[in-house]
């Protein structure tokens, strides 16, 4: 998980946006924003800036929306 590419596409992108690259990245194996070398990690990024935006469009801030996303990732991991 990159905090930084996530925070950079989260701020710049609509949730719809960023699935639809998820969506497109998928299809064709094209990434319309290139993040990252891997296409794990780029659809990663793609997936995790997408919730983190929706957190964003709920009325949190950026510190915020990234403290509810890593709560929630943790308690998947755990």
Do not use: C, H
């Amino acid at each position: 998980m990159d905090v930084k590419i996530m925070k950079e596409l989260a701020q710049k992108y609509t949730v719809q946006e960023l699935n639809k690259f998820a969506d497109d990245f998928e299809q064709t194996g094209v990434a319309p924003i290139k993040t990252q070398e891997d296409p794990g990690d780029q659809m990663s990024d793609y997936l995790q800036a997408a919730e983190l935006r929706a957190y964003l469009d709920s009325g949190l801030s950026i510190n915020e929306a990234l403290r509810e996303f890593s709560k929630r990732v943790r308690g998947v991991l755990t």
